[in-house]
């Protein structure tokens, strides 16, 4: 018996996903590009899953610019809209607790002759907008803040820093891989002009993403090749990816205020049985503006590695924080950006849950961590 509560790392494949998928594997194995009819099925496939996903962000296809992941969604919007604005300024503004893919796009960034300012969080992950208005100069040209935390599931408050941005003619990018479909988003509403998503997060495949860019936003590719995706995004696309990532759009679509609320009863069903065995334990985030799905926590006194290890062992499957972080023994940037205690951050495990996750096998799971956490202390 195992019980995956990993699921901001990655999530199954949802099996009308594969099923939708197959196809372009077998018989429908045309370039979409080409124009006879092997690829004309294709690209009309391709159309399809375009409008899922634009659907599922409240925005036209055309804005959809699909891609290999979050990372490369990420890579494409940071460097892509900075430098593309570089007569302008070169001023960056991001935060201390964003995704690899975003901070060593930033450093990169540096690299080449920007100037980035990584704004601080508080101490439950959250950023400021008191902060971000401090950091703005004339130079100024783009603001990154991701949407949701992948490691303590904390929400920034992204309409507000949208709103300041547009105040100051400024390009947001929010990387929102880890709120899609967990959470609703809509860019017709949000002053957001570049935004980040990814398909495995959500029972998609593995491999493929897309980067939401609004009209008139300025931004230059990072690949240079053929025409696809309107010259923004070169290379054959991955259309079993691509088919298989507007699939699971579409599934969640339509079920998507039910998974919030069916991910939240999970999580709080975990923290109601360490509650009620008298166990300590400190939730690392924040309380009010948090993801459903994401519930990192400090057993203090049992150290991350032993406790992800003794859960191993008893079949449960959770994480220390970014998959990235994991396997190396490092404090990660998110919780030292929080500034916890150092006996906080040494016995942070981060729990994530999704689709096919029961109370009962969550519970267990709680009652298993509780009885390795008296063990080891
Ligand atoms: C997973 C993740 C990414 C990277 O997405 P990939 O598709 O794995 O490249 C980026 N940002 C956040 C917040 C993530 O959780």
Known sequence: MAVYLDHAATTPVHPDVREAMLPFLGSEFGNPSSIHRFGRDVRSAIDEARDAVATGLNTEAKRIVFTSGGTEADNLAVIGAAVANRDKGQHVITTAVEHHAVLEACHYLEEIGFNLTYVPVDETGLVHVQTIQEAITDETTLISVMFGNNEVGTVQPIAEIGRLAREHGIILHTDAVQAFGVVPIDVSA????????????????????????????PFTPRLFGGSQERKRRPGTENVPGIVGFGKAVEIVQNELGDKSKTLFKLRQAMVDVWEASGIEFVINGNTHACLPHILNVSFIGVDTESMLMNLDLEGVACSSGSACTAGSLEVSHVLKAMQLPEDVTASAVRFSFGLGNTVEEVQSAAETAVKIAKRLR
Do not use: E, T
């Open 190 to 217: 949000l002053p957001v002009d570049l935004l980040s998503v990814s398909a495995h997060k959500i029972n998609g495949p593995k491999g493929v993403g897309a980067l939401y860019v609004r009209q008139d936003v």
